[in-house]
Every structure is written in structure tokens, then in C-alpha cells.
């Protein structure tokens, strides 16, 4: 009898642990939906305060002289070329994609490709990374090698970002490069950043560890968590490796240059005054985490910068005419940078090739730089 009751009973307890799965399920969705609802909403209250100076920055934006746009372009054309020295020296120090027949500008062409790539997919860095990724993988290049240095670009690049949010938020919060600026959007952020660095330097060594517990039941997350810490420590390795210098300063070169189009564009604009480097580096950085929301040719980072310039002071209409330019060249650079580099790049993409001799992951790649030069 209590055999029959309990066979009786266990299509009740699936259900009950069905419906408690379902229910828990449900409230993850809600919670993310909530959130991305929440990033729009932002967004769209941005947007409206950036409409009143839509028109006045239009008409400011006619009286633009053709050579500080020239001049504009040649600013982010360094800065992106910062961002191919740097992307070559990680993605490809073995210069692989120039064998085979490819040519030797082939890793340029893909650095220019992946760029462009991020200005047409939605998600900013990280649809670049995937457009790269394909590309790379196309060329023969394994995914877990592909997968663990591209995680190692976007991780200096971020440290590089942070590390400037703190130098330029601590100067400003001191009066060392202006007068005195607002705590909460200086001195705050720059707290932030530096604890964020400290926190990444301390998870990715606890990472290991965890790593090696998840390993027998969950080998996927185990791979990726020591792929996580390995890009940290790989970081961390170049920013004190001076083998690596040159990496580190294209990636600073893309940051300095692409802010320097920005501050560029108030004086093409007659901007008067002009807000300070720092101003604009601290509105471009903090205002640029924005970037997140999934919208295409990074417009969340573009509008959320915009929200930062006004917080600091600076009129509606200069903010919006300057963002307008800013936008206008730091798009089209890299797109057509990267629309004539895929156009060399489209017979060696035709054919897919793996590198099935290239599995191997975890090898710290300031050493692989370094083997590739010697």
C-alpha cells in the first residue's frame, strides 16, 4: 500500500519540481528584461535632453571648415592604427595570417575589418570581438585561441580605460587640471575604477582555484573562468613587461587620439570656451560604459557621453553639434577603413581552413610575442 501510494505521488513531485524550475526560470527573464528596460529608459531620457540643441548644433555644425574635418580624420586614422599595432601584437605576435599565400598586411586587414565590424553590429565592442572572431576562425585560426585573445584585447583596453578614468577624475577632483569639478563625477568614478582593477587582479587569482573544483562536473565554465584569468594576468604581464611597450602604447593611442577627435571637434565648432582635455577625456570614459546597451554604431556610449558633457557645464547645443562631428568621423573611418580591407580579405575568407594544430590555450602571450620577434 505504501509502495502504491508513493508511485502515485512521484508524478505530483515532477510536476511541483517542474513548476518551482519554471517559475525560477520566469524570474530570470523578468529580471533581465527589467534591466535592459531600464537601460533603454535611460537612454531615452538622454535622447530627450539632447533634442533642444539638436537644431542650434545643425546649424553650428554648417559653419565647419573643411580642414578640421580633414584633420579630424587624420587624428582617428592614429588612433585606430593604435588599435591594429595593439591587435596585431596579441591576435597574431606569430604573424600566422600572413602565411599561406595571404600577404603580409593580412592581420592589419582583419584588425581594420573587426573595427568596422563594431560600428554595424549592435554591441559595440562586443559585436566587434564576435565580427573578429569569425574572421579569424575563417582564416584557420583555432576558436579557443581566438576566444582567449580576444578576451586579452578587450581586458587591456578596458584596464587602459580604467586606469584613465582614475588619473583624470583624481586631477580633476584635486583642481590639478581645472578648477574644482563636481565629487560625484569625478572623484567617484575614479574611485570606482581603481577598485574594479583591484577586484579583477583578486578574482582572476581566486579563479584558478575555483577552476580546478568546477573542472569534473562543469569542464565549460572551468574553461572559461581560466580563460577570464589568464586574460587578466596576460594584461597585467604587459603593462610591466617592457617587450610589450609597444602593444600598451597602441592601445593608449587608441584611447588619447579618439578622445583627442572629440575635444577637436569644440574648437572646429568655435566653441568658446572650450571644455579642458580632461573634461572632455572624463565625459568620453564614463560616459562611454553606455556603450553596453546593444544599440548599433555605438550610439548608447555617444549618447551617454553627451549626458556627461552637459552634467560638466557644457550647452546643450555645443554638446550635441560636437558629439555630431565626433560621431560622423569616428564612423566613418573605420568603416571605410574596414569596407576596403574586407574587400581584400573576401577570397582568403571564401574558403574556411582550421588550424587544428593550434588548440592549444594558456600560454602567456607577451612570451609568444616575444618568441615571434626572436
Do not use: C
Not at 97 to 104: M, N, P, Y
Not at 272 to 289: I, N, R, T, W
Not at 318 to 323: D, F, M
Amino acid at each position: 500500500m505504501a509502495r502504491a501510494e508513493t508511485v502515485s505521488q512521484e508524478p505530483q513531485r515532477k510536476h511541483q519540481r517542474r513548476t518551482r524550475q519554471l517559475l525560477s526560470d520566469a524570474r530570470g527573464r523578468l529580471k533581465s528584461h527589467a534591466l535592459k528596460l531600464l537601460g533603454f529608459a535611460f537612454l531615452a531620457y538622454l535622447v530627450l535632453r539632447l533634442l533642444p540643441g539638436l537644431e542650434q548644433a545643425l546649424e553650428a555644425l554648417q559653419n565647419v571648415g573643411i580642414w578640421w574635418i580633414v584633420g579630424g580624420m587624420a587624428v582617428e586614422i592614429v588612433s585606430e592604427a593604435g588599435y591594429v599595432i595593439s591587435w596585431r601584437g596579441i591576435l597574431d605576435p606569430e604573424d600566422l595570417l600572413s602565411q599561406e599565400g595571404r600577404g603580409r598586411l593580412t592581420g592589419q586587414r582583419v584588425a581594420w575589418a573587426q573595427l568596422a565590424g563594431g560600428m554595424i553590429v549592435p554591441g559595440g565592442a562586443i559585436g566587434s570581438i564576435g565580427v573578429g572572431a569569425w574572421m579569424l576562425h575563417r582564416l584557420g585560426i583555432s576558436t579557443d585561441r581566438v576566444g582567449e585573445r580576444q578576451l586579452t584585447l578587450m581586458t587591456l583596453n578596458t584596464a587602459i580605460d580604467a586606469l584613465a578614468i582614475a588619473l583624470f577624475g583624481l586631477g580633476l577632483a584635486s583642481g590639478l587640471f581645472t578648477g574644482k569639478e563636481n565629487l560625484a563625477l569625478t572623484l567617484l568614478p575614479a574611485v570606482l575604477a581603481g577598485l574594479a582593477l583591484v577586484l579583477a587582479l583578486a578574482v582572476a587569482r581566486g579563479e584558478e582555484h575555483m577552476a580546478e573544483r568546477l573542472e569534473a562536473k562543469h569542464p565549460k565554465i572551468a574553461k572559461g573562468m581560466r580563460t577570464l584569468s589568464l586574460a587578466v594576468q596576460n594584461t597585467k604581464s604587459m603593462l610591466g613587461d617592457r617587450d610589450s611597450k609597444r602593444i600598451v602604447m597602441g592601445a593608449v593611442a587608441y584611447l588619447v587620439f579618439d578622445i583627442a577627435v572629440l575635444w577637436g571637434a569644440f574648437f572646429a565648432l568655435g566653441a568658446h570656451p572650450a571644455p579642458g582635455f580632461a573634461v572632455v577625456a572624463m565625459s568620453y570614459l564614463v560616459g562611454g560604459l553606455a556603450g553596453s546597451i546593444p544599440l548599433p554604431a555605438n550610439l548608447g556610449a555617444v549618447t551617454g557621453i553627451g549626458g556627461m558633457l552637459i552634467a560638466f557645464g557644457v550647452p546643450h547645443d555645443e554638446a550635441i553639434a560636437a558629439l555630431v562631428l565626433y560621431e560622423a568621423i569616428g564612423y566613418l573611418v573605420p568603416l571605410i577603413g574596414g569596407a576596403v580591407a574586407y574587400l581584400f580579405l573576401r577570397s582568403a575568407l571564401g574558403a574556411k581552413g582550421d588550424d587544428e594544430s593550434d588548440e592549444g590555450t594558456g600560454t602567456p602571450l607577451t612570451s609568444e610575442a616575444g618568441a615571434a620577434r626572436a
